[in-house]
């Protein structure tokens, strides 16, 4: 299963690979995802962070192994916009050290994105005096 996480996106793939070889998807249960975001939520560490992606694998007869990936992006099937970036580093802070460079690029263009809004909100109210 390979889980990944912004605040407020999520994915979720689970993949079987059966005996033979054969690979197939299947649905992921809501309960899973649910406790995939709990689980990052009471991951989260002061000035480290939390994880952007998850990657949980069962092999029988009983053993498993987890990965937890906390420098690189998260993998959606689209482009998030940078400000959701922000919102998840707000909620997830972590030092400017712990912070990869691709990360702080999304929140250099939230941030930007932000300071064009705030403006023209204001241009906007100047001129329905």
Request: with cysteine; hydrophobic share 25%.
């Amino acid at each position: 299963m390979k889980y990944d996480a912004l605040i407020s996106l999520t994915t979720c793939r689970t993949t079987v690979t059966r005996d033979e070889g054969t690979t197939e998807r299947i649905d992921t249960s809501k309960d899973v995802t649910e406790m995939m975001f709990r689980l990052r939520d009471k991951m989260h560490e002061s000035g480290k962070g939390t994880w952007y992606s998850a990657e949980y694998t069962i092999t029988p007869p009983g053993s498993f192994n987890v990965d937890f990936d906390y420098d690189n992006p998260p993998s959606f099937p689209f482009e998030p916009d940078p400000r959701t970036f922000y919102q998840d580093l707000q909620q997830y802070p972590r030092r400017f050290e712990n912070a990869p460079e691709w990360l702080n690029e999304k929140i250099r263009s939230a941030i930007a994105i932000m300071k064009q809004e705030k403006e023209q909100k204001g241009s906007e109210e100047g001129t329905t005096g």
